[in-house]
């Protein structure tokens, strides 16, 4: 009895651990984005620099308002009375206002999937795209959903700087595979220098 306990615990541990890179990693990254792009033009286009600045303290607002409601139920969903689609369109979106040109395209018939279903790919495509943000120096990101009969891909493509192996795994890319694992499915990462 007190091995399960012990593996429910860290079980729950390893599940709010993820939550909590996911959400909060994806706020902070884009906020760098933002922030970034205004000292980098504020000088030359005050216009310009100030419009990232408000993108950047509303999506503070965004991140601080997701953190209350993480802590106040520590299972907020994004997905809750949304489609997939509409919330995977949001993180594109919030990409193409970043500066970096994002294509999403779903494919096959759109089927009902269970809730952990969703929510794996939901988090899958923001760490993608965080990832691609933050490590890609990427001009264009590519996002698919295919949906066949028994299964579901989704492939996240970038055109940047590539590796020569994807050897090493950053904890937001363990969090993916754990869940993904949990669900019975397969993450694989192809990489290539110069080829996304």
């Given at each position: 009895a007190a091995q399960v306990e012990e593996l429910a615990t860290t079980k729950e541990r390893n599940r709010l651990a993820r939550d909590i890179h996911d959400s909060l990693g994806h706020y902070l990254t884009v906020i760098n984005v933002q922030l970034g792009a205004a000292q980098a033009v504020i000088d030359k286009d005050r216009e310009k620099g100030l419009?990232?600045?408000?993108?950047?303290?509303?999506?503070t607002q965004d991140g601080l308002h997701e953190v209350r409601r993480s802590v106040k139920a520590l299972r907020e969903s994004p997905l809750d009375n949304r489609?997939?689609?509409d919330v995977i369109g949001e993180l594109i979106e919030g990409c193409r206002e970043a500066g970096l040109a994002a294509a999403w395209q779903v494919t096959g018939n759109i089927l009902p999937l269970p809730h952990e279903v969703q929510m794996t790919l939901y988090r899958a495509v923001q760490e993608g795209l965080?990832?691609?943000?933050?490590?890609?120096?990427?001009?264009?990101?590519?996002?698919?959903?295919?949906y066949g009969l028994e299964w579901i891909k989704l492939t996240?493509?970038?055109?940047?700087?590539?590796?020569?192996?994807?050897?090493?795994?950053?904890f937001g890319l363990i969090g993916i595979q754990e869940r993904v694992s949990l669900?019975?499915?397969?993450?694989?990462?192809?990489?290539?220098?110069?080829?996304?």
């Open positions: 419009g990232a600045l408000q993108k950047a303290q509303q999506l489609s997939l689609t965080t990832n691609v943000r933050k490590h890609a120096l990427a001009s264009r990101v590519d996002v698919g959903l295919d996240v493509a970038d055109n940047g700087i590539g590796a020569a192996a994807s050897t090493h795994n950053g669900l019975g499915g397969h993450v694989r990462t192809e990489t290539t220098p110069g080829k996304g």
